[in-house]
């Protein structure tokens, strides 16, 4: 059974720092094609934050290059989100997306709040 677990999300002042953590189970870390953060605050769309192809490829949105770093542990078999310099604007749930070759597994989400 595949699950997806998130962790790491919390209250932090703005210009502070959280690092999000995605573990995946029932799923081989190696078949893993791409891993994503998404996140969805209240009355908007999920929108991309990063994301980390299995080739080492990295892609942010506009609104958060230079201040997050999206990474993995090979050892660990976890996704990070470092989020540094965070902003009110950065409030939302934050999910984790794993893409293999035929499914797509989602995270329950982890809520983020940054407060001003």
């Known amino acids: 059974q595949v699950r997806v677990v998130e962790s790491g999300g919390g209250l932090v002042q703005a210009g502070g720092s959280l690092r999000l953590s995605c573990a995946p189970s029932?799923?081989?870390?190696?078949?893993?094609?791409?891993m994503s953060w998404y996140r969805q605050a209240p009355a908007k769309q999920r929108e991309l934050v990063a994301m980390l192809t299995s080739g080492g490829n990295t892609d942010y949105a506009d609104s958060v290059k230079g201040r997050f770093t999206i990474s993995r542990d090979n050892a660990k078999n976890t996704v990070y989100l470092q989020m540094n310099s965070l902003k009110p604007v950065d409030t939302a749930v934050y999910y984790c997306?794993?893409?293999?070759?035929?499914?797509?597994?989602w995270g329950q989400g982890t809520q983020v709040t940054v407060s001003s």
């Open positions: 029932g799923i081989i870390f190696s078949s893993i094609n791409a």
């Open positions: 997306n794993l893409r293999m070759k035929i499914t797509t597994a």
